[in-house]
């Protein structure tokens, strides 16, 4: 019951109606019906019902609240509270927050007492819908995840999906399903466990790239930039990805070889060689990941080349041997070639070829392998045509060995050489013998 003004009655003010009151505080005491033309209400008057006619209500007829006079007085006017949008508006979203965070403030959690639209649902009442708008999502117009699904019904915001791969495609077809089973769920989707809502392309410094590829990276692979390996493409695809895949560049990756080229040219994978190192494979059994360059300390020369480092070699740095190369050349070496196993494909034949078999000079037959040249083990018995004998054991080498000119060089002569008595001493053996008082 609301206090009224008449043209009949002086108005008698009342902030409310007091307890015990009666008709007559507001009606005229004589009359035909309560509802009488001349009865004026005014927005203070209704304001004592505890419903104030602020806008928009101020512009509304009272017949588009209070009905037809032919219904009932209480369902006319059932005592409506101020916020009580519901009492005579339709929910137009289909009784959605009946429940949930928003349930207790109704309509006026996410609209304006004064208009429906534009709502007032921001970034802090969605996040209370247990997804936050931020990054790409504070970006995206609300009809992009609420959609109507018909035309007789209402747009879907309760249920609508908060997970990343409820709304996103799988760019990565899978690969990484297997390691995230293991791990806790997370709330806002697999996809956050490494990308951001700004951007996919976002990812954790530094990226767990073992725990989530099996391919660590280390040495060289963690200063290479990631377009290296993955390529960026010029157009998205239907993912929208334009990471590049390795598979895409490389293959299966299972080894070193599947990226780098072989500079060896499969001489290392040939039968005798052994296929794994202190549980390495490929490449990995000799070098590391920091630079092909650097080999193990205790790498087996004799075992992998068939030339075992001994004496003056095991001392001498591998660049005398193997010179660096300022480019890699048309195989991808980074180190020269030896010039060879032999000696002589090294060393100066300083005997100007006079020990040469078909050409080649085998040096270790009179001096020890990769010692010094001085350090013989010639047998002047058994490695030449002429024993010394007592005669010529105590003669110096140089008493017939002299040195010439063999081609512009000076070497010592060692062979041919006379063998004769006679060719050095002027007379033949037997009269060598007589003299000496030696008789046959």
Known sequence: VTRVTTSLVPPTRLAAVAAGAGCADCHLPDHDTFRDERLVLTAEDHACSGFPLDAPHDRADCAACHGDPERPFAERYPGRRADDCAACHDDPHGGQFATGPFAEDGCLACHDRTAFAP?????????????????????????????????????????????????????????????????????????????????????????????????????????????????RAAEPDDTSRTFGRVTESFGAVEGCADCHRDPHEGAFDSPGMPARVDGAAGCARCHGTTSFRALADDFDHRLWTGFPLNGAHASTRCDVCHTPLRRPDEVGRTWGRAAGSDCAACHVDHHAQQFAVDGVTDCAACHRDGDAFSELRFSHEQDSRFPLGEAHRDLACAECHEPEWAGGAQVVRYKPLPTECVDCHGVHESVLLRRAGISR
């Not at 109507?148 to 709304?167: H, Q, Y």
């Not at 990565?172 to 392309?201: I, W």
């Open 119 to 231: 709502h007032a649902f921001g970034s802090e009442e969605h996040a209370r819908a247990f997804l936050p708008l931020d990054g790409a999502h504070a970006e995206q117009d609300c009809e992009t995840c609420h959609e109507v699904p018909r035309r007789d019904a209402p747009r879907v915001f309760r249920g609508t999906p908060n997970r990343c791969e409820d709304c996103h495609a799988d760019a990565h077809d899978g690969f990484f399903d297997a390691v995230a089973a293991g791990l806790p769920r997370k709330r806002a989707g697999e996809c956050s466990r490494c990308h951001g809502t700004t951007t996919f392309s976002e990812l954790p410094e530094p990226f767990p790239h073992l725990a989530w590829t099996g391919f660590a990276l280390d040495g060289s692979h963690r200063q290479a930039d990631c377009g290296v390996c993955h390529p």
